[in-house]
C-alpha cells in the first residue's frame, strides 16, 4: 500500500478529467501511473514518490454522462513548488484511457500550509479575546498589536456612530465620550456600547437613545460632566456612571469599569449627588447662608449672634466690635432693624453681600426666547413626523413641499434647490453653518429640534 505522510503535505494539485467513454476509476489510476512511467527519470516516477511518501493517495472522483465519464483529480505533494508543478504538468500528458481519447488540465496548485496558517492565526485570536488583561505577555508591542486588531474588528459603523457589535440588538446601551472609550470597553468584553463624539452629539445617537436604556459613563472631569448634562437636554438619559476623579475611560483598567458601571444612579438622581449638578454646586458656591438662614456678613463681620457679658453691676453690655445687633433703633435699642457698627457696616435689611466687598453679586441673565408665531405652530404636526427620523423637509413659500431629505444632505441640499425656499424643519440641532446658508438662499424660517450657539441676520430660527 502507499505510503501517505499528511504531516508533510506542502501542495495539493486539483485537475479536472473528461473521458469519451465509460470507465471506472482502477482504470483513471492505472492510465496516469502507466502514462507517466518514465517520463522523468527515476526521481520524478509516480510509484516511487508514492513509495516515500513524496505524495500522498491520489484521490479521483467518477462521474458518468451520456456515453463520458469526467470528475476530479486530487495529488497531495510535499515536494517543493518547482518539482510539484513539474509533477501537475506531468499529468496533463495523460490522452488516453484505455481505449477511449482523455483530455487532463489541472486547475490550480493550492498552497496547504496558507489554509493552516489562516487556521492557526483565527485559532489564536479566538483565545486572545478570552484573555482579559495583556500584562503577561512579553513583547509589549506584539500585544499592543493584537489588541487593536481584536478590537479593530469588533468596532462597527451604526448609523454613523462609533458602536460596539451588540448595540442594535442589546436593549440597554452605554454611551461614552469617544471611540477609544468603545475600545476599551470592547477589549473588556462589553460589546454594547457607542460613542458621543465628545460635545458633538449627532442627530442618530439622540434618537437611539429615545429607543434604549441609557447609560452614560464619562470621564472624571468637569468635560465629562459638560457632556453628559449636554446630551440630558437633547434626549432621555436613565443612568450616569463616572470614571475616578482625574481618570480618563480609556485608562481606566476592568475592574475600574465594572465598580464605576455598578455604581451607577439615575439622572435625577445624579443632579441631586452633584454628579452634574453644577447649578446647585454654584448656589453653594456664590450665596452661602450662615446661622438661622441669614446672609453671611461680608469679610471683617461676625455674623453670630451678639455676645452678652455680665458683670457685678448687673445690666448686660453690647459688644459692638464688628458685631451685628439684632434687637435696637438706630441707637441700637429695642428695634427690629439690624445694625453694624465698625469698618463701614451695612444697615440694609436683606442684603446679600458677594466675596468683593465693593461690588455685589448680580446673577446671569438669560434672555427670554422669542414666541413661535402661529404660522409655523400649524406645522407642528408635520414637524412631529420628522423627530427621530433624522429627515428635513424643505417648503416653498406658500408651505408646499420641494423636498424631503435625510438630514445629513440637508446643507447640499439648501445650496442646490434652485426654487424660492421658504421655510426649512428638520430633525436635528440648528447650527450656524446651517444659518448661514439658509440666509445664503433667502430662507426666512428655520424650525429645528434645538439651537446651538447661533446669530441670525436674515432668517428666524425656531425650535418645537
Not at 274 to 297: D, K, V, Y
Not at 356 to 384: C, G, H, I
Request: proline content about 5%; aromatic content about 6%.
Amino acid at each position: 500500500m502507499a505510503k501517505t505522510y499528511l504531516s508533510t503535505v506542502k501542495y495539493e494539485v486539483l485537475a479536472n478529467y473528461e473521458v469519451q467513454g465509460v470507465v471506472e476509476k482502477p482504470d483513471i489510476v492505472g492510465a496516469i501511473f502507466g502514462q507517466c512511467e518514465g517520463l522523468l527519470g527515476e526521481d520524478m516516477d509516480l510509484k516511487e514518490l508514492q513509495q516515500s511518501g513524496k505524495i500522498g493517495r491520489i484521490e479521483i472522483t467518477v462521474k458518468k454522462g451520456k456515453g463520458t465519464t469526467f470528475g476530479e483529480i486530487i495529488i497531495p505533494s510535499s515536494l517543493d513548488m518547482v518539482k510539484t508543478s513539474i509533477l501537475a504538468a506531468t499529468i496533463e500528458t495523460v490522452e488516453k484511457v484505455g481505449p477511449f481519447d482523455t483530455k487532463v488540465k489541472v486547475m490550480k496548485i493550492q498552497d496547504t500550509r496558507k489554509e493552516k496558517r489562516e487556521t492557526i492565526t483565527d485559532r489564536a485570536k479566538e483565545l486572545l479575546k478570552r484573555m482579559q488583561k495583556f500584562e503577561g505577555v512579553e513583547s509589549g508591542e506584539l500585544a499592543d498589536t493584537i489588541k487593536t486588531e481584536i478590537k479593530t474588528e469588533k468596532v462597527i459603523n451604526f448609523r454613523g456612530l462609533t458602536a460596539g457589535p451588540e448595540v442594535e440588538t442589546n436593549p440597554e446601551i452605554i454611551v461614552v465620550e469617544g471611540r477609544a472609550d468603545v475600545l476599551k470597553l470592547l477589549s473588556y468584553g462589553i460589546n454594547n456600547a457607542v460613542a458621543m463624539n465628545g460635545g458633538n452629539i449627532d442627530t442618530p445617537l439622540i434618537g437611539l437613545c429615545k429607543e434604549k436604556t441609557v447609560t452614560v459613563l464619562i470621564d472624571g472631569d468637569r468635560g465629562g460632566e459638560l457632556n453628559v448634562k449636554k446630551l440630558a437636554a437633547l434626549t432621555k438619559v436613565d443612568f450616569v456612571a463616572k470614571a475616578p476623579d482625574g481618570k480618563e475611560v480609556e485608562e481606566l483598567v476592568q475592574k475600574e469599569i465594572l465598580q464605576a458601571l455598578k455604581r451607577r444612579v439615575p439622572m435625577s438622581e445624579a443632579f441631586k449627588e452633584g454628579i452634574t449638578n453644577f447649578e446647585s454646586q454654584t448656589q453653594r458656591t456664590f450665596e452661602p447662608r450662615s446661622f438661622e438662614g441669614r446672609p453671611f456678613a461680608p469679610r471683617g463681620f461676625d455674623s453670630r449672634p451678639p455676645r452678652r457679658e455680665f458683670d457685678s453691676r448687673g445690666p448686660p453690655r453690647r459688644d459692638f466690635n464688628a458685631r451685628p445687633s439684632f434687637g435696637g433703633d438706630r441707637r441700637g435699642r429695642f428695634g427690629d432693624r439690624p445694625r453694624f457698627e465698625s469698618r463701614g457696616g451695612f444697615r440694609d435689611r436683606g442684603f446679600n453681600p458677594s466675596f468683593s466687598n465693593d461690588r455685589p453679586y448680580t446673577p446671569a441673565f438669560t434672555p427670554r426666547e422669542e414666541p413661535v408665531p402661529q404660522e409655523v405652530l400649524d406645522m407642528k404636526k408635520d414637524f412631529d413626523k420628522l423627530k427621530g427620523k433624522s429627515k428635513a423637509r424643505i417648503l416653498d413659500e406658500k408651505g408646499k413641499k420641494i423636498k424631503e431629505v435625510e438630514v445629513k444632505d440637508l446643507l447640499e441640499t439648501i445650496q442646490k434647490t434652485k426654487k424660492k425656499i421658504g421655510t426649512v424643519m428638520f430633525d436635528g440641532i440648528i447650527t450656524n453653518r446651517l444659518v448661514e446658508a439658509a440666509e445664503a438662499k433667502d430662507v426666512k424660517v428655520i424650525v429645528g429640534v434645538k439651537k446651538g450657539a447661533i446669530n441670525p441676520q436674515k432668517a428666524k430660527a425656531y425650535t418645537m
